[in-house]
């Protein structure tokens, strides 16, 4: 950088020494050719003066050489010399111009044009690209650390897709087989299966329950009545129950919307499922209670005393 900077500032004093040795040497010129030549020479005189004109051609020709291996190579000069001698580049300019005036425009107006396309010199340019320089690293450091969480998080979520259909398919046939075996147990006969919307895609799919009951065709749980909603729900809620069934099963006036005939199909599920988890269930249904093995009542003998009486019916110690 420094050593651009040198040689740009060569160059410059260099194109300005030119400009003028060139304006000094048109006047010249143009102020010898008003005056008239010398004529009343003799012969010998005139072969002196060709010899010596020769001989001064020969220099001339070898220092308009050197002055032009000096303009055209300043930088070079003034590393040799450490530092540009301002006669020599002029006398340089001089004979250039003597022997090719068109070379000497020609060549001052591409010097001029180089200065013009080199612009200001930045001093703080370096300083500037070193700090470019490392802020642009940085930044790369960083978007490469960015893109490689973006694939990691893609790699996860695609993991996580994947598991998550198998699992959900694993489970929707599960639930399916379930209702296989619950469903008519609770109404006595009858089909009731899960159907996906949108097969192709099980993420995004939406879930259908149709029902058969018995004696009709096969429909949607929304045509059917009070009674058989109630008891399409709890088909399907015990069947994904049954496919791990957990210690206890809590239950809230579940069977609050069956008539007697449905209350007795629930309770017989209902001992089914009592022999591997403990249910406790809160009715005012009697059908219920008289499956009960054990029966917790709540009384209110005086007001705003609340009291509980248990009954065992199977003679078992409660704890």
Do not use: W
Not at 24 to 30: H, K, S, T, V
Not at 210 to 222: D, I, Q, Y
Not at 236 to 249: N, R
Request: negative net charge; hydrophobic residues 40%; proline residues 4%.
């Amino acid at each position: 950088s420094e050593r651009r900077i040198r040689r740009e500032a060569i160059e410059n004093r260099l194109l300005e020494s030119y400009h003028a040795t060139v304006e000094q040497l048109r006047a010249e010129m143009m102020e010898g050719d008003t005056e008239a030549p010398d004529t009343e020479t003799g012969d010998a005189e005139t072969g002196d003066a060709d010899a010596g004109d020769a001989e001064a051609g020969d220099a001339e020709a070898g220092d308009a050489e050197a002055g032009d291996a000096d303009i055209e190579h300043p930088e070079t000069r003034h590393s040799e010399t450490g530092h540009a001698d301002p006669e020599m580049q002029k006398q340089a300019i001089r004979h250039l111009i003597a022997s090719d005036p068109a070379a000497a425009e020609k060549r001052l107006a591409d010097l001029r044009a180089r200065r013009d396309r080199l612009g200001e010199v930045n001093p703080g340019a370096i300083r500037e690209y070193d700090t470019l320089k490392e802020r642009h690293e940085f930044l790369d450091t960083q978007r490469a650390d960015l893109l490689k969480a973006m694939d990691d998080l893609r790699k996860v979520i695609r993991k996580i897709n994947r598991i998550s259909q198998e699992k959900f398919l694993e489970t929707f046939h599960q639930v399916n087989e379930k209702l296989e075996a619950v469903f008519p147990r609770l109404f006595d006969g009858g089909a009731a299966r899960l159907e996906m919307t949108d097969p192709e895609q099980p993420l995004e799919t939406g879930v259908e329950f149709l029902v058969h009951p018995p004696g009709k065709r096969l429909t949607r749980m929304s045509l059917l009545s009070g009674g058989e909603k109630a008891l399409s729900a709890i088909a399907f809620i015990f069947s994904i129950f049954l496919i791990k069934p957990a210690s206890f099963c809590i239950m809230d006036e579940i069977d609050a919307p069956l008539d007697e005939a449905n209350v007795y199909r629930f309770n017989e599920l209902l001992k089914i499922i009592g022999e591997t988890s403990q249910i406790i269930m809160i009715t005012h249904k009697k059908k219920s209670m008289e499956f009960a093995d054990i029966l917790f009542g709540i009384t209110m003998e005086r007001k705003g005393i609340s009291k509980v009486v248990s009954v065992n019916l199977e003679g078992k110690k409660v704890a």
